[in-house]
């Protein structure tokens, strides 16, 4: 028969146990299964940017000209692009659901990581929480990156290299290789709030700050996203649909569509900031009518000709 | 029997998930064990000699061999690859002995070895040359001679396409000094393809012709799964044409296209086939996609210029590779952008650079 402790011992048990446990339970637990929300950027993550929109980038000319020669075909057409997943820093624009777990480690109980996994192209990530640091130069590039995460009081920031080329928005932008991914994710409650920080030294002037916010969903069902390439028109092997520079003719319609000023779409870092708005107010004429994604609160709701 | 140095088995890959990229392993570990260095493409600098038009691409770096760090990495199967001042020198090792796939500089044999003899002290067997640049062949007389050992049955075999060994038998022009004998390849192939089995895998060697030069090989170790492109792929520089060793914008172009038709993903194009560049980091097909693509846009945009009769330095004023150049691009150096862009002119209009002028 086994010996039943004395209760006095009991509590000191829960009592050191408390305090040993006591930096974990300082730290927030992102696990679970989370819904992105689209009311920042609403129509530029769903239904998907529109050619030419470069506003809020503060690109430089090699990522204008990019963005201006793209020709979207490539997506179709290039076989290899056909299954080209997003880099780890598009999958937190929230394009589709999202679930996080931790790992610890059973022997000491700390946390060695966070994982995540995302419908878009099952993508998965790690976020190494263990103090490893970062692969040399020379180390394979994936779409995810190699992440690792400190805490900063109860925000969790993430900072993330090795990632491959990929785009900084779907029109052509692209955001390149050497790129360093910065996360700050804080929890409030059912929300969940991730600032992004994108330093490219080969397309950007100064540092890209987005946020993104996500809500707890206990019930979702993320499923299986699935996909297989297969050419669909015959074209000459190696074909990379592009434009010439200069010879895109789709570039102003985004301008025209919104009563933009051609310029302020362009992109660049002074078009960030509120000082620009001042300099193009006279330039600005909004349409009469809204002809395109007026209402967007979701993919489903985004009619071209909404008005 | 061979076995992997101390450390360096703690970066093997793990059993390889079916979605995972195959090198995820590799990552994860980053530098836990402290067996990464810095890459070192300063040596860049000290290969590529500017000789009136042309580039030279047959000067040693006058670095001191025991200042050069050279790094052994794992990539997948039995293959490893050597990182260094040099072109990557890949090394498969096995039951057999060893093969390489280039032999870097001369002086930097001996370091070379050294680190070769802590994953196997088998004999080499097969030496590939990519192509005849003398950071690629400069090592092979040195390599061959100290990787003789009591099992071997001879010299390894030095294959490589017969435009190399044409070109290092050619009478030297300039100060060139002549190429010796003991560095020329003796197993020279000049049909598309040469296959051997070595290591118990088969091992695949493709001719691609007028890319990086007229003798370029690509080099697929078929059940590693590994690909090894010497200087057809360079990731962190525009590629490198030598016209004047019969290189070409468009064989180069062709010569990635069948790269990518080699290569194999794993899922959502990351991972499978593993492609070690002749200078710079590992990649798989999808970092061949950028490159291609690269190339292949600033091709057509080229075409469209020399169409419209554009001389070179219209073309050089209309800035047609400004949205790569951040990327690939480089004011200095052994290699700028202002030699590529007259490369890619001069390879595709068919005209000496100062016809254009």
Known sequence: MMDHPPRGRIAYGFLLASLVSLPALAQVDFTGEWAPLYHEDGPERLPGPELGDYTELPINAAARLAGDTYDADRISVVPEYQCRPHGGDYSMRGLGNLRIWREIDQTSEKLVA?????????????????GRPHPPDYAPHTWQ????????????????THLKTNYMR????????????????????????VVTVIEDPVYLTEPLVRSDNWYVD?????????????????????????????????LHEFANWYGLPYEATRGGAETLYPEYQKKIANEYHPPAHCERYCRCTSLFDCNVTSK | MWGSPPGCEAQRL????????????????????????????????????????????AQPPQTNPDSVQLTMAPVQGNVYV?????????????????????????????????????????????????????????????????????????????????????????????????????????????????????????????????????GDSLVF?????????????????????????????????????????????????????????????????????????MLTVIRDRFRDMIHKGMTLEQVKAAKPTLDYDTQYGSATGFWTTDMFVEAVYKSLSGKPVSESK
């Open chain 1, 145 to 160: 990156g190699f992440s690792t995460g400190v805490w900063d009081g109860n925000m969790l920031t993430i900072t993330t």
């Open chain 2, 14 to 57: 793990p059993p390889t998930p079916s979605s995972a990229f195959r090198s995820r392993g590799l990552l994860d570990q980053g530098v836990q064990r402290g067996r990464w260095r810095p890459a070192h493409f300063e040596f860049f600098a000290a290969v590529f000699l500017i000789a009136g038009a042309g580039v030279s691409f």
């Open chain 2, 221 to 293: 170790f078929r059940r590693s799964d590994v690909l090894s492109t010497g200087d057809v792929f360079t990731p962190g520089s525009y590629p490198i044409l030598d016209l004047a060793r019969g290189g070409s914008v468009e064989g180069e172009i062709k010569a990635l296209n069948q790269i990518i038709d080699i290569t194999v993903p794993a899922k959502y194009q990351e991972g499978g086939t593993l492609v070690i560049p002749g200078h710079g980091r590992l990649c798989d097909e999808a970092d061949v996609v950028e490159y291609r693509n």
């Open chain 2, 82 to 214: 050597l990182m260094g001042d040099g072109g990557n020198i890949t090394v498969q090792v096995g039951k057999d002995g060893v093969m390489l796939v280039d032999t870097g500089f001369a002086p930097l044999a001996p370091k070379a070895m050294a680190e070769i003899r802590k994953l196997s002290g088998g004999p080499i067997r097969w030496i590939v040359n990519t192509h005849v640049h003398a950071d690629h062949t400069g090592g092979n007389a040195e390599m061959a001679k100290l990787g003789m050992t009591s099992e071997s049955i001879g010299p390894p075999r030095i294959v490589a396409q017969s435009n190399v060994l044409n070109r290092m038998t050619a009478p030297p022009t300039g100060n060139q000094p002549k190429i010796p004998e003991a560095e020329w390849p003796n197993d020279e192939y000049f049909l598309p393809t040469k296959d051997f089995f070595f290591n118990g895998e088969a091992v695949v060697v493709y001719h691609v012709p007028a890319a990086h030069t007229d």
């Open chain 1, 218 to 250: 206990p019930g979702q069902n993320i499923g299986i996203f699935g996909c297989e390439y297969a050419p669909e028109v015959p074209r000459p092997e190696g074909t990379v649909p592009n434009h010439l520079p200069g010879q895109n003719p789709f």
């Open chain 1, 170 to 193: 779907r029109n052509g932008i692209p955001r390149s290789d050497k790129a360093v991914f910065t996360e700050h994710w804080t929890r409030h409650g059912d929300y969940l709030t």
């Open chain 1, 114 to 130: 966070f994982h995540t996994h995302m419908l878009a192209w099952d993508s998965e990530r790690t976020v190494w929480m263990d």
